[in-house]
């Protein structure tokens, strides 16, 4: 079974960057592609940024676009986000998801981590 583990977290002040990371326990197509979500409180989870194992199918939701970037590397299936310029309403739980196909929704990933905070102030 496919297993994800997150880290980088943390709390900042506004303007700093954070790198998260997220590791998967195979290489398999179940992780071909690996994505980013976050939830803030009280709001729905929503998809940031997916990645695919080949380089492409990269997607960025607007509100991250010229401030989160990802880079993958595929030989210890490790996805790492870069995420510049915080801002306060980046504050969520943010989660690593996996499946064989890229989408900006949830619905589409079977395999998903635990979760790491971020917290902007």
């Known amino acids: 079974d496919v297993q994800l583990v997150e880290s980088g977290g943390g709390s900042v002040q506004a303007g700093e960057s954070l790198r998260l990371s997220c590791t998967a326990s195979t290489y398999s197509r179940s992780t071909d592609c690996m994505a980013w979500f976050r939830q803030a409180p009280g709001k729905e989870r929503e998809g940031i940024a997916s990645r695919h194992r080949s380089g492409g199918s990269t997607y960025y939701t607007d509100s991250v676009k010229g401030r989160f970037f990802i880079s993958r590397d595929n030989t210890d299936n490790t996805l790492y986000p870069q995420i510049e310029s915080l801002k306060p309403e980046d504050t969520a739980m943010y989660y690593c998801?996996?499946?064989?196909?890229?989408?900006?929704?949830?619905?589409?990933?079977?395999?998903w981590g635990q979760g790491t905070q971020v917290t902007v102030s």
């Open positions: 998801a996996a499946d064989r196909f890229c989408s900006q929704y949830e619905t589409a990933y079977n395999y």
